[in-house]
């Protein structure tokens, strides 16, 4: 049901693919470095750019890489385009929202948004796939529910940009896993899809004298630009690691994007944990140890009981 529940032979390479996977989470882990050094470019600008440049590099690589067919074969496929597009308006979503709060004085929130997508996730499985959830991924989920009353009397509201991390998160994996396509065939498609909207916004601007591209110094320009590459490399390693790692190390190396976001948000950004949200966090984090044991374990029965089966043939 979740990443950690499908079975699978650990890769005789895990030991190969594990600097690649840290390194695609530390990257992820440090994008609230990055965003920031943007200004004056606000959000929604931020967010076009991001599209416009990662569909510049992502074709390079497409070109480099001579899959140009495999491109023109997913255009072709109604069905597969249909999951695209509504996975380019999730991932929309999900930069958006991340890049709102990293630069609004809301780490420590976005991080909350991705130490809860697991959980999210297993939800929509119960709710879209109709899966049944086992006593520990229920006690889980519960324990997150109960964390996330206790941040929304905290914070006066709802930690609606961690729910809108997550929940955008969830679906975008979701649909990209119905999908089914490689890393960059997938990004390429749904950046290709969301640039004439991107583009168009970034027109806008430009007419209104509002771009902040050409118009805020060289250094800002490349680093507008940079978000092409940055968005790329991640996903780059992370490809890289998921054909040499284990599920199991996969997903326990996930946690590291949001603790690391979580630690910047603390010690760099210097953003308020009232004891409140030490409580909210601390049952958030229970609940992951909850999820994750149970998940492992899982796991472990379905490939004792494969390993059976296949003597018992």
């Given at each position: 049901?979740?990443?950690?529940?499908?079975?699978?032979?650990?890769?005789?390479?895990?030991?190969?693919?594990?600097?690649?996977?840290?390194?695609?989470?530390?990257?992820?882990?440090?994008?609230?470095?990055?965003?920031?050094?943007?200004?004056?470019?606000?959000?929604?600008?931020?967010?076009?750019?991001?599209?416009?440049?990662?569909?510049?590099?992502?074709?390079?690589?497409?070109?480099?890489?001579?899959?140009?067919?495999?491109?023109?074969?997913?255009?072709?496929?109604?069905?597969?385009?249909?999951?695209?597009?509504?996975?380019?308006?999730?991932?929309?979503?999900?930069?958006?929202?991340?890049?709102?709060?990293?630069?609004?004085?809301?780490?420590?929130?976005?991080?909350?948004?991705?130490?809860?997508?697991?959980?999210?996730?297993?939800?929509?499985?119960?709710?879209?796939?109709?899966?049944?959830?086992?006593?520990?991924?229920?006690?889980?989920?519960?324990?997150?529910f109960v964390a996330v009353v206790v941040l929304t009397v905290d914070y006066g509201r709802l930690p609606w940009i961690a729910l809108l991390v997550a929940g955008s998160f969830a679906t975008?994996?979701?649909?990209?896993?119905?999908?089914?396509?490689?890393?960059?065939?997938?990004?390429?498609?749904?950046?290709?899809?969301?640039?004439?909207?991107?583009?168009?916004?970034?027109?806008?601007?430009?007419?209104?004298?509002?771009?902040?591209?050409?118009?805020?110094?060289?250094?800002?320009?490349?680093?507008?630009?940079?978000?092409?590459?940055?968005?790329?490399?991640?996903?780059?390693?992370?490809?890289?690691?998921?054909?040499?790692l284990s599920l199991t190390t996969i997903g326990l190396l996930q946690y590291l994007g949001p603790f690391l976001q979580f630690l910047l948000g603390l010690f760099v950004f210097d953003e308020?944990?009232?004891?409140?949200?030490?409580?909210?966090?601390?049952?958030?984090?229970?609940?992951?140890?909850?999820?994750?044991?149970?998940?492992?374990?899982?796991?472990?029965?379905?490939?004792?009981?494969?390993?059976?089966?296949?003597?018992?043939?």
């Amino acid at each position: 049901m979740t990443q950690q529940d499908t079975p699978t032979t650990t890769a005789p390479r895990e030991g190969s693919g594990l600097p690649y996977g840290i390194g695609a989470y530390l990257c992820w882990g440090l994008f609230p470095l990055y965003w920031p050094l943007l200004e004056p470019a606000g959000p929604l600008e931020v967010l076009a750019h991001r599209i416009v440049w990662s569909l510049v590099f992502v074709l390079v690589l497409i070109a480099a890489t001579r899959r140009w067919g495999r491109f023109r074969d997913i255009a072709r496929d109604r069905t597969l385009m249909l999951f695209l597009a509504l996975a380019s308006v999730t991932i929309a979503l999900n930069w958006g929202g991340f890049i709102w709060g990293v630069t609004n004085g809301h780490v420590i929130e976005t991080s909350l948004g991705y130490f809860i997508n697991p959980l999210v996730t297993v939800l929509l499985g119960v709710f879209v796939l109709k899966e049944t959830l086992r006593s520990a991924q229920w006690a889980a989920v519960g324990i997150g529910f109960v964390a996330v009353v206790v941040l929304t009397v905290d914070y006066g509201r709802l930690p609606w940009i961690a729910l809108l991390v997550a929940g955008s998160f969830a679906t975008y994996g979701f649909l990209k896993k119905r999908a089914s396509l490689g890393a960059f065939e997938g990004l390429g498609m749904e950046t290709l899809i969301l640039a004439p909207v991107a583009v168009a916004f970034l027109v806008v601007l430009q007419l209104r004298g509002d771009l902040t591209f050409g118009h805020a110094g060289a250094a800002n320009a490349t680093l507008l630009v940079g978000t092409g590459v940055v968005t790329a490399i991640p996903l780059l390693m992370f490809g890289a690691a998921a054909t040499r790692l284990s599920l199991t190390t996969i997903g326990l190396l996930q946690y590291l994007g949001p603790f690391l976001q979580f630690l910047l948000g603390l010690f760099v950004f210097d953003e308020a944990m009232s004891t409140a949200r030490w409580i909210g966090f601390a049952l958030v984090w229970s609940a992951l140890v909850i999820f994750t044991i149970d998940a492992i374990g899982n796991r472990r029965r379905i490939l004792r009981q494969t390993a059976t089966n296949a003597e018992a043939c």
